[in-house]
């Protein structure tokens, strides 16, 4: 992730020090300082990306731009020995963006300096050190300490001015300066990461201002890293032992904020990932990291969602997997507002959908299944979903929808994540769009604001991650706008933490386009299905079965390959179009050069045209040397291009109007004196040959195009596609590189790639086989040998009778490849009658290895976790999802204040006042489901609930049995037996002790009230100081057991019926459902409805005027319930379908406020009332 780091400091005469020698170092130049006559030569210095001197944007001072000359007169322009001849700042830049990118975020700053103090900044952009973190991307900045002017510098600037001298003045002091310098830096960095697409930011603030009191590791800077270069010890780390003895402090008192650095990274993580963290923030005290990891684990923010358990296929266990209380939240949130969504979007579209669905059989020839996702998505809910196949006719389908849109008068926006796509979603469906992370940028600053007149369409919504699908939905639904998702979760994976667009799809409902429409072939189409469906194996066997996998000694065989065929397919079908694909960037730029260097070597790229003459003062100098390749500097380093050439544009431009991922052809090319590129027309492939020419100077980020990466051609389409394999692919990227084409695909491999060394099968080259005594010795009977050479581990043999006919029948020579594979035994009768059993064998030839590796590899998962993954089977997805962890789903929540959950929920109180019975089997599987993970989850407590008459169905028991306080009975082993007992002398935990402290304090009130005698003082005191406590632990715990005690039967017979850590374990658990209980808008309703309706009949019961003081106190009081909607807006929108049971005699309209009405009908009867009160 990119980091922020900004710091200032001086360039003092006072420290030895000088402005022309820090400028010649950090720009790798030779100056020379005027003042003392030293010549500084860095010239031989590498690292040194960039340097360029900004000035003020109305300062015409063009002496400036000699960087010799404006250094010395800056050391000219101070007279004290100890003077500061400059100010120096090191900027940290985001090594997400690329090199272009960075130099843009650079100059913003320069020149935000340069105006804001009327001064001239010299900076430097320096690559990372080999020997470095490659990710230490960053630029020095030296700043005039004086105006500049256009006669030389002038006065001090503001920043060098004294604090008093600035505060006399009214001025900002320069710690003031400071910060706001912090800020602006934090704002054009997160703007141009936001312009690049990526969903991640940085933070001016402090550790401490931001709620982490953590202290952060500390830079090391240049002098600390060249000493560890050379091996030796630092007096001083990037943690000093105090600071880390006051983060061992902090962890221990807060150790959940060690668990909000992590979800800054990842949604769903293991112990790992939290020892790794730890291990950032502090030393090597072996003690002191054990002690802040348990302090981490047992934190009341980390949720456990799923145990660790061994895995009787593997030798090893499977970690435990884990969220925090904030990410449930999130991804509770984003469920409630889609189901919030699924409601009718406020337009009457019956009618236009059915004229539409009769346009489309007379425009398009839409399939059915095109035909039902167009109604789909132009349905009147606020959201809508569709996924769809590669190579599904997604595009096709939105273009008639976005038809059926304007037609009804909305103006529809589309937007995805990579300006490719956003490129590709408007040729293809007419739709205007730009890249997600711009729409958001403007929607920070209130422009390009939507309304309910607006739908905005978001491609390839799987590689969006949780937060920032959460902002966007939060932006339509705050504005009313209709959204609609598209997209395929089995392709590439979310860049950011989590995988939102499956759960919206599972929550929302969606339609499935799996009718492949892009290939030709009928069995190429059967293969794309198996590649969406996860049969990655199957796919793979379909086109090696037909020729189109390869297999190559070397990765460099494999390249000179897809050469020859990539040139073969250019020469036979000149107008088609093809690509070549990798994942790893090292092998998109081995091919881009082999295949350029080919055509280099045919004569296939035309000569550049050179520029005309150039003047340099009154000379004229000639034009140099036609060639056949000119070299430009790109934002990925110097290339060579001629015309003719493939280029892949590698950043948007809005001026251009090119994208990040576009691909064209080098039409023209223009060059200055030094025979560089200055200027380049290209054709581009998504526009028909549409020209765009522009200047390298102002634009560098592009390369190559006969090669690209797999991630920019999700979406694209070409006539063919040639692969080239590597162990680093999953079954995400194959499905997206084997699905890009119409007519025919190829997968290339090494075989010193994918052949590997495998326990269980004997593999190698063959050295020697046939008949020998059985392992050489002479007194042994013949047996048959095969004898193998792996480089790794050496010449074995193996011995079997059945290997003579498995070699027969394989005909391998000395020297292949092979490996022997036992297939297991065939029953054998011994002369003597014995039974025994004799192995089969067989050779698999080095290919068959390889493609079995391959297939093995390339099938792997890479699926990104919700913590809704572990929530509940999603039914309907072609996702396998993990078992029931944490809480319901919205429909389950939904069920809970309806008072139907079925068996993987709780029961609603409804339900549980006529007693429960025990729930059915979980379906699938005899293994109960685990309950919805709680605060108090890991609680080891004991009950026996049936002795005291409560019954508990089957989740419910799950639920307690993971407690610890599940019922005697068919659930519980003998070994669980003796445990209860040392349970009981088990030391409480603080919850446990504040949920006992107020059960007893309530109990004791109520006990008083139920026998007519008077609440002591104490008793209240007692009651509050319980409920602070509860609240000391976690804000709003004493709320919820209110809340409990207030809605739960059961739990307020508990209080009776129950004692000790029974009752606890009861209230516990009912504080847990109530919890999950609260978020839904359903039960909320009914809550408000049966309040409403109480004080209502005791207001209806009060008349004259002698009740008019009572009378009010209701009104108050239903005013202020009315009010509380204010905080529930769910709740509100519930109440509006349920109307009627308020008093209303007809259904609200859309734009008719319930509170409004509410509040409305107070005022109404209080008026009348009064007016009755006078006449009497």
């Keep these: 992730m990119a980091i922020y780091h900004f710091s200032m400091k001086p360039v003092s005469r006072g420290n030895g020090r000088s402005a022309v020698a820090a400028i010649a170092y950090r720009a790798a130049e030779k100056l020379l300082n005027e003042r003392d006559g030293v010549t500084h030569d860095f010239s031989r210095k590498k690292g040194v990306l960039h340097s360029q001197i900004i000035l003020p944007e109305h300062v015409q001072a063009p002496w400036a731009y000699d960087r010799e000359k404006l250094w010395n007169t800056a050391e000219f322009s101070e007279k004290r020995k100890d003077a500061r001849v400059a100010r120096e700042f090191e900027i940290a830049l985001p090594h997400e963006l690329t090199v272009a990118q960075r130099l843009s975020a650079a100059r913003a700053i320069a020149q935000e300096l340069a105006n804001r103090y009327e001064s001239a900044v010299d900076f430097a952009i320096h690559e990372p050190h080999r020997e470095g973190d490659m990710r230490n991307h960053h630029v020095h900045l030296l700043m005039t300490v004086r105006e500049i002017t256009p006669a030389g510098l002038g006065e001090k600037t503001l920043i060098e001015r004294e604090n008093k001298w600035l505060l006399s003045r009214n001025r900002p002091t320069t710690d003031m300066q400071i910060a706001d310098l912090r800020r602006c830096w934090e704002s054009i960095a997160n703007a141009h990461l936001a312009i690049a697409g990526f969903d991640r930011s940085i933070d001016h603030r402090a550790h401490f201002a931001r709620g982490y009191r953590i202290e952060p590791t500390v830079h090391m800077g240049v002098h600390a890293t060249q000493i560890e270069r050379r091996g030796s010890n630092l007096e001083r780390g990037r943690l000093s032992p105090e600071s880390a003895a006051r983060n061992v402090t902090s962890i221990r008192e807060n150790p959940a904020q060690i668990l909000s650095i992590i979800t800054d990274e990842k949604c769903v993580f293991d112990h790992h990932d939290i020892a790794r963290t730890l291990h950032r923030y502090l030393n090597g005290d072996a003690t002191e990291f054990q002690n802040a990891f348990t302090r981490v684990m047992s934190s009341p923010d980390l949720v456990e969602l799923e145990e660790k358990c061994g895995d009787p296929d593997k030798s090893r266990s499977a970690s435990a997997r884990y969220t925090t209380r904030e990410m449930v939240d999130l991804e509770s949130h984003l469920l409630v507002s889609v189901k919030h969504m699924r409601r009718p979007h406020g337009y009457d579209a019956e009618r236009h959908r059915s004229k539409h669905q009769k346009e489309c059989h007379e425009t398009l020839p839409l399939s059915l299944e095109q035909m039902a996702a167009v109604e789909h998505i132009t349905g009147p809910e606020q959201i809508a979903v569709v996924v769809g196949y590669a190579g599904a006719g997604k595009s096709t389908m939105l273009a008639e929808a976005r038809r059926a849109w304007e037609l009804k008068g909305y103006k529809v926006h589309g937007a995805a994540l990579s300006g490719k796509a956003a490129e590709g979603l408007q040729a293809a469906t007419g739709i205007q769009s730009r890249t997600l992370a711009s729409w958001e940028y403007g929607w920070q600053n209130e422009r ?101 996998v390869h297999f190559f000694a070397d990765q460099e065989a494999a390249c000179k390959r897809i050469v020859e065929d990539y040139l073969a397919d250019r020469a036979e079908r000149p107008l088609g179009t093809r690509v070549v694909m990798a994942h790893r960037r090292v092998d998109v730029r081995t091919m881009n050069e082999a295949i ?33 390749e000119a070299v430009v500097e790109t934002s990925v380093g110097k290339r060579a291009f001629a015309v003719g050439d493939r280029l892949v544009f590698l950043k948007n431009d809005r001026s251009l109007c090119v994208r990040n991922g576009m691909l064209g052809t080098v039409s023209s090319i223009q060059t200055n004196r030094a025979g560089n590129i200055s200027a380049m027309g290209v054709s581009l492939d998504d ?99 095969v004898t193998l050479e792996e480089e790794r581990i050496g010449r074995n043999t193996v011995w079997g009778i059945d290997l003579e006919r498995a070699m027969k029948l394989a005909s391998p020579h000395i020297g292949d490849r092979l490996a022997l594979k036992c297939q297991g035994c065939n029953p054998l009768v011994l002369s003597n009658g014995a039974l025994t059993h004799r192995n089969r064998w067989k050779v698999v030839t080095d290919e068959e290895l390889a493609f079995d590796h391959l297939t093995r590899l390339l099938s792997r998962s890479g699926i990104k976790k919700n913590v809704i993954d572990y929530n509940h089977a999603i039914s309907g997805l072609r996702l396998p999802i993990q078992r029931s962890v944490i809480g ?70 799950s639920s307690l049995h993971r407690m610890g306080i599940a019922p005697e009975g068919r659930y519980f082993s003998s070994r669980q037996s003796w445990q209860s007992l040392a349970e009981r002398a088990r030391r409480q935990l603080p919850m446990e002790i504040a949920v006992d402290r107020y059960s007893r304090a309530y109990r004791s009130i109520e006990r008083h009230i139920k026998e007519g005698l008077p609440v002591l003082s104490g008793q209240e005191q007692e009651l509050r100081e319980a409920g602070t406590k509860l609240d000391d632990l976690r804000t709003g715990q004493q709320a919820l057991l209110k809340s409990v005690l207030k809605y739960d039967p059961e739990a307020a017979r508990s209080m009776n019926k129950l004692s000790g850590r029974e009752r606890v374990a009861l209230l516990i658990s009912s504080m847990r459902r109530e919890n999950l209980a609260r978020i839904n808008p359903a039960i909320g309703a009914q809550r408000f409805i049966e309040r409403w309706q109480t004080l209502q009949n005791q207001h209806a019961q009060l008349s004259g005027w002698k009740s008019q003081d009572d009378r009010q106190k209701l009104e108050r009081q239903m005013h202020a319930l009315v009010e509380s909607l204010s905080e529930t807006p769910l709740v509100e929108a519930e109440l509006r379908s349920q109307s009627k049971a308020l008093g209303f005699l007809y259904v609200l309209g859309e734009y008719e406020s319930i509170s409004h009405e509410l509040h409305q009908g107070i005022g109404h009867v209080q008026s009348h009332d009064h007016d009755l009160g006078q006449e009497l």
């Design 687 to 785: 526009r028909d040959g549409d020209m765009v020419r522009f200047s390298t100077t102002n634009y560098c980020s592009f390369d190559h195009g006969y090669a690209t990466t797999i991630h920019k051609n999700q979406g694209a389409t070409v006539d063919r596609s040639f692969v080239l394999a590597s162990d680093t692919m999953d079954r995400h990227l194959t499905y997206v590189a084997m699905t890009r084409h119409r007519y025919g695909a190829e997968l290339y491999a090494a075989l010193d790639a994918f052949v590997q060394p495998d326990k269980l099968r004997q593999s190698g080259r063959l050295i020697e086989n046939g008949k020998a005594p059985f392992k050489h010795c002479a007194s042994e009977e013949l047996s048959y040998f």
């Design 888 to 957: 319901g789903s919205v429909d389950a929540l939904e069920r809970v204040g309806k008072g139907n959950l079925g068996q993987e929920n709780s029961v609603a109180w409804q339900s549980r006042e006529k007693g429960v019975t025990e729930a059915k089997a979980v379906r699938g599987s005899a293994e109960l489901r685990k309950a919805p993970f709680g605060m108090f989850d890991g609680l080891k407590l004991k009950v026996q609930a049936e002795a005291a008459g409560v019954h508990f169905n089957g989740h419910e028991r």
């Design 596 to 628: 350029r260097s080919a055509l280099r070597a045919r004569g296939e790229l035309s000569y550049v045209e050179n520029s005309s003459e150039i003047k340099v003062g009154k000379e004229v100098l000639p034009e140099p040397a036609h060639r056949s």
């Design 448 to 548: 390009c604001n939507l309304n309910r007149s607006d739908v905005f369409v978001l491609d390839e919504a799987g590689m969006i991650g949780t937060k920032q699908m959460s902002r966007v939905l939060c932006e339509a639904e705050a504005r009313g706008v209709k959204i609609v998702l598209v997209g395929d979760f089995e392709q590439l994976q979310a860049i950011r933490a989590g995988a939102p667009f499956r759960a919206i799809a599972q929550e929302a409902g969606y339609a499935e386009l799996t009718e492949i429409r892009r290939q030709r072939a009928d069995w190429q189409r059967e293969a794309s299905v198996a590649f969406a469906t996860h049969h990655t194996g199957a796919g793979l066997s379909a086109y090696r079965d037909r020729g189109a």
